[in-house]
């Protein structure tokens, strides 16, 4: 019987940092009793093994599958097994169901990571704006991306037991060390020593923003989703041109407000009943103006003639509006100055 | 006591030619005994009611309330009891207690038009682009609005009972004499034609499509929603100069099999457990292309240009953008 460590997510979360270390240290961390499978295995995470969940939830048949007896095989004699994927956490009832099947002769702990939501939706929307074709304002995302994160937990906590699953914050204040690979180690193996294992220099996730990412959702609404997906790593790369082109987003302060007052009743359940602490923001969140209407032109000019000077498929999508986006138009249009703004609780009025 | 219908919505489902209706013969109705109480009213539907159902009132001061004060007072001695908001679906099971609160000893009937959900979709996403400062893709729009219809009955079933649920299906095929206002009358028992009463004649909610529902769409990128909204007259005003301007949007084949899939559930407890059977859409939908690329440079020019010369604020928007080189786009849409 193995000790096993489900790790679900939240995505946004340090998730490619626990995983690359895991992979990075795999053979290593095995010699101390430790698996990381490769089995379900896709990259340096479990994805495969959440997609197959997904496509053979309904066929009990399938527990007889080589997928699982291929896992199962892996696991068998090891002390302690590392299962991680964020999709995890988007698992069904009937998803959550069969993974505890599958992992039936072994002792199970969820590890849950959550943020803080508006945080959380923020570095979302960045990552969607930036990898998919999503070209809608922030306040409409969060409008729509209504998320209580204790019904995730619950979820869980249903089919395995409230006392198995672990819910921490992904808050540096609150991370053992201000470090998420530290805090998750301690929550499988606390005599493990991290210094000795290898551990990646960079963020695996930096987040575009300021005029980039506003640039990229302007081209969006021209793009369909395989398309503006195609353009991720040229828009990392430019995102190096200027310091206002990576980090957090600024949100203006009715935002923030309509986003803490939705989840109030949500940070209340998570922290009654599991522990979880999420701090109240208010105010404005700081961070680069999206867009910083000042600057666009100049940053305009200077994000396409580098991507044509690098032979970017982006700059020939950007073709579309080479001519300009005057946002300082020389016609006053009320409500300009806040684009994506909200005035409304209800952004998107029903008739 | 009096039986009391609610209809509660959809959106999108010809609620608005119900609530002019019902608005327009108030005094008609109430020689026949039907009330369309005039408190709640916000324009002709009782979207005010609604608003108030969200409000913490109901919980803390319900019987001293000025709504449910103002509620009894006109509803007292009526036969009938008419009250519609779409926006009353959206309470889910606290509008729906409170609301059987409020009607305590009358008859209360739920009346719920439900849609096709790709239709549903598409037409609450046009409306949408054009009224507010929604900018994503249609795609993205169904799969962020994920509302599976049964749980919204489900939700006030509980409260009244699912033999006071009358659940129907907006469909010209499905409703009495293919009306949805028929239809409604029915349900509530107004007996014979509606010569002698009065009706609107036009369409209230005409959808704007193509190229200029992409303008909009664009536009919305730089705008704030109250921006967005104040050009909602204007976007009716130049659908008019092009028919590809105005109606359905086409929709890929392969995202109606998307929605399909995702509503397939749906499709299932709406049939077994309200009898509603909604058809499964394949193919693609037809309708105007949403964008045309092939006459965007066109169609932003008469827009503009029309725009600029009625002194509408969307031409100071669009001047925001010129468009470039769209050789590239060719026979994409």
């Not at chain 1, 994805?47 to 197959?52: D, I």
């Not at chain 1, 009832?93 to 505890?100: A, I, L, N, P, T």
């Not at chain 2, 109480?37 to 409000?55: E, F, K």
Request: with cysteine; charged share 25%.
């Amino acid at each position: 019987m193995s000790d096993i460590i489900l790790h679900i997510g939240l995505n946004k979360t340090g998730t490619s940092s626990i995983q690359d270390f895991m992979n990075m240290n795999a053979a290593k961390l095995l010699r101390h009793g430790m698996c990381y499978p490769t089995t379900g295995r896709d990259g340096t995470a479990h994805h495969a093994l959440s997609r197959w969940i997904k496509v053979n939830k309904d066929d009990p048949a399938a527990l007889e599958s080589e997928m699982v007896k291929s896992l199962r095989k892996e696991i068998e004699d090891t002390r302690i097994t590392v299962l991680s994927s964020e999709d995890f956490h988007t698992l069904t009832d009937r998803g959550v169901e069969m993974m505890k099947e599958i992992l039936k002769d072994h002792r199970v702990k969820v590890v849950v990571y959550l943020r803080e939501h508006l945080n959380y939706l923020a570095s979302w929307y960045q990552q969607n704006v930036q990898g998919t074709h999503l070209s809608c304002a922030f306040d409409t995302f969060c409008y729509f991306n209504k998320k209580p994160l204790h019904a995730i937990v619950e979820r869980w906590a249903a089919v395995f037991g409230k006392q198995h699953v672990s819910v921490r914050v992904y808050d540096r204040a609150q991370l053992l060390g201000g470090d998420i690979v530290q805090d998750f180690l301690e929550q499988v193996n606390p005599r493990l020593d991290v210094a000795k294992l290898k551990r990646k220099p960079y963020e695996s996730n930096p987040s575009v923003s300021g005029n980039l990412l506003f640039a990229k959702r302007l081209i969006n609404n021209f793009c369909d989703k395989s398309q503006a997906a195609s353009y991720v790593h040229e828009v990392s790369a430019l995102s190096k041109l200027k310091p206002t082109f990576a980090g957090h987003m600024l949100v203006a302060g009715d935002v923030v407000d309509a986003v803490v007052q939705s989840y109030k009743q949500d940070r209340r359940i998570l922290a009654h009943k599991y522990g979880a602490k999420i701090p109240e923001l208010s105010g404005v969140r700081a961070g680069h103006a999206t867009p910083d209407l000042d600057a666009f032109a100049e940053d305009w000019a200077l994000i396409m003639h580098t991507a044509e000077v690098r032979g970017f498929g982006f700059a020939t999508a950007a073709r579309v509006l080479s001519k300009g986006v005057a946002l300082k138009a020389p016609m006053h249009v009320p409500g300009l100055s806040h684009p994506g703004s909200l005035h409304a609780p209800n952004p998107m009025s029903l008739s | 006591m009096a039986d009391v219908y609610l209809h509660i919505g959809l959106n999108k489902t010809g609620t608005s030619s119900i609530q002019d209706f019902f608005f327009l013969n108030i005094e008609a109705m109430a020689q026949e005994g039907i009330c369309y109480p005039r408190a709640g009213l916000d324009g002709a539907a009782h979207h005010a009611l609604s608003y108030w159902l969200g409000t913490p009132e109901p919980d803390r001061n319900f019987e001293q309330s000025p709504m449910v004060l103002a509620m009894r007072k006109e509803i007292a001695g009526a036969s009938k009891v008419v009250i519609s908001s779409e926006d009353l679906h959206t309470h889910g099971a606290r509008g729906a207690r409170i609301l059987k609160r409020l009607f305590a000893g009358h008859q209360v009937k739920v009346v719920f038009y439900v849609r096709e959900h790709l239709s549903y979709l598409a037409s609450w996403y046009q409306q949408n682009v054009q009224a507010s400062h929604l900018s994503c893709s249609f795609d993205t729009f169904c799969h962020l609005t994920r509302k599976p219809l049964h749980t919204l009955a489900d939700a006030w079933t509980e409260s009244m009972g699912r033999e006071n649920m009358f659940l129907r299906l907006y469909d010209r095929k499905a409703l009495t004499g293919g009306d949805v206002l028929l239809d409604f009358v029915r349900i509530v028992g107004v007996p014979g034609d509606l010569e002698r009463f009065q009706r609107k004649r036009y369409e209230n909610n005409p959808s704007v499509t193509g190229n200029l529902l992409f303008i909009k769409r664009l536009l919305n990128n730089l705008l704030d929603k109250a921006t967005a909204s104040n050009m909602v007259n204007e976007t009716t005003e130049l659908a008019k100069l092009k028919p590809e301007f105005l109606g359905a949007m086409q929709v890929d084949a392969p995202l109606v099999a998307y929605v399909a899939g995702m509503y397939k559930g749906d499709r299932k407890v709406l049939l077994d457990r309200y009898g509603v059977e909604i058809p499964e859409r394949s193919g693609a939908m037809a309708g105007s292309l949403f964008p045309d690329f092939a006459t965007l440079r066109e169609d932003y020019d008469l827009i503009l240009d029309t725009a600029a010369a009625r002194d509408y604020d969307i031409a100071k928007a669009m001047r925001m953008i010129t468009l470039g080189d769209l050789s590239y786009l060719n026979g994409k849409h």
